[in-house]
């Protein structure tokens, strides 16, 4: 069946560091690979996709690379802000399916 | 991509009442979602609302539970019936829109119900 595993938090970093949040599936098919992000209090935002292999999604300083050799969509930030402290979701919706499967969830805390 | 609001945003409940949550979405869609998060959880899927057709609920959810209504394209409630403390959770709308080329989800801001 179809699974994400990403890593378990909670990450602490500090203002500037470097982030990284890992993130593997399981799936049939050619599935697209999504990373949400949930702020503190708010519902659920798509923060970057990828629908084929070796795409890389971007959004506000983040990227993620579909990588199909390694079934990884590994999170990345080149320098994080007191503002991303959120919770990260990895998920894959799968070619004609209409399910995401979402990840536990990994929840960073930036400190200044 | 889908616009979708849901009211309420919030609520606080007394043990054994119901609320009834709404979901608009800005465009025709053939399905929608209810989702679950529970506080510090994932998201969990409780069914699949159709229109026209009962929903298909995911395993350990239950009609007589959250009764769900599809009247039209681009609306659907959930009801949590006989609330208890255990249904404090954030509930999502979400649809599928497949009209850049692929599959994707769009979700709602979701509604934050505390069960007292």
């Known amino acids: 069946g179809n699974s994400v595993t990403q890593m378990e938090g909670p990450v602490t970093l500090s203002e500037e560091a470097f982030l990284t949040i890992n993130c593997t599936y399981t799936a049939t098919g050619y599935p697209s690979l999504f990373w949400y992000v949930q702020y503190p209090g708010e519902g659920l935002q798509l923060l970057l996709k990828?629908?084929?292999?070796?795409d890389k999604g971007s959004n506000k300083g983040f990227e993620a690379t579909y990588r199909k050799e390694t079934t990884s969509f590994h999170l990345e930030k080149g320098s994080v802000q007191v503002s991303d402290s959120a919770v990260y979701f990895c998920a894959l919706l799968n070619t004609g399916g209409f399910k995401t499967i979402f990840g536990a969830g990994t929840r960073l805390f930036v400190k200044a | 991509s889908a616009v979708i609001s849901q009211k309420p945003s919030r609520d606080i409940c007394q043990r054994g009442t119901s609320l009834t949550i709404q979901c608009q979405v800005d465009?025709?869609?053939?399905?929608m979602f209810w989702y679950r998060q529970q506080p510090g959880q994932s998201l969990t899927l409780i069914a699949t609302?159709?229109?026209?057709?009962?929903?298909?609920?995911e395993s350990g959810f239950v009609i007589d539970k959250f009764p769900i209504s599809r009247p039209n394209l681009t609306f659907s409630t959930l009801t949590v019936s006989n609330m208890s403390p255990e249904d404090s959770s954030i509930y999502l709308c979400?649809?599928?829109?497949?009209?850049?080329?692929?599959?994707?989800?769009?979700f709602g801001p979701g509604t934050r119900l505390t069960v007292l």
């Open positions: 609302a159709n229109q026209g057709s009962e929903a298909t609920y």
């Open positions: 990828a629908t084929k292999a070796d």
């Open positions: 465009s025709q869609v053939t399905m």
């Open positions: 979400s649809v599928e829109d497949d009209r850049g080329g692929y599959n994707e989800q769009f």
